[in-house]
Nanobody, 126 residues
Framework: QVQLVESGGGLVQAGGSLRLSCAPSGRTLSSYAMGWFRQAPGKEREFVAA????????LYANSVKGRFTISRDNAKNTVYLEMNNLEPEDTAVYYC???????????????????WGQGTQVTVSS
């Protein structure tokens, strides 16, 4: 069983930056595709960004493209989400997710990750 632990959330003013981290307990992530989703109050959970097993391929939601960067350090077994130029509309609980099938591709990840973290709150004030 993989447990994903997010960190790095918090309160920031509009235009500011935050970096989220996701690390697993109990297993290495190096062969998994990984990604981030978010859920704002009263809204459905939505896709934010994904990265393949090697870090050589990434995918972003249009709403964050150019502002957010997903990356991974397999040596540190950690995935990151660098968020710049944050907007109040980015306020949400951010969830790390993993696809454990071993294929490691974004396409497989987008079919539905099978492991989720507990989430970390990001609040952007105007």
């Amino acid at each position: 069983q993989v447990q994903l632990v997010e960190s790095g959330g918090g309160l920031v003013q509009a235009g500011g930056s935050l970096r989220l981290s996701c690390a697993p307990s109990g297993r290495t992530l190096s062969s998994y595709a990984m990604g981030w989703f978010r859920q704002a109050p009263g809204k459905e959970r939505e896709f934010v960004a994904a990265i393949n097993w090697s870090g050589g391929s990434t995918l972003y939601a249009n709403s964050v493209k150019g502002r957010f960067t997903i990356s991974r350090d397999n040596a540190k077994n950690t995935v990151y989400l660098e968020m710049n130029n944050l907007e109040p509309e980015d306020t949400a609980v951010y969830y790390c997710a993993a696809d454990s099938t071993g294929v490691g591709s974004i396409g497989r990840f987008m079919e539905g990750p099978d492991y989720w973290g507990q989430g970390t709150q990001v609040t952007v004030s105007s």
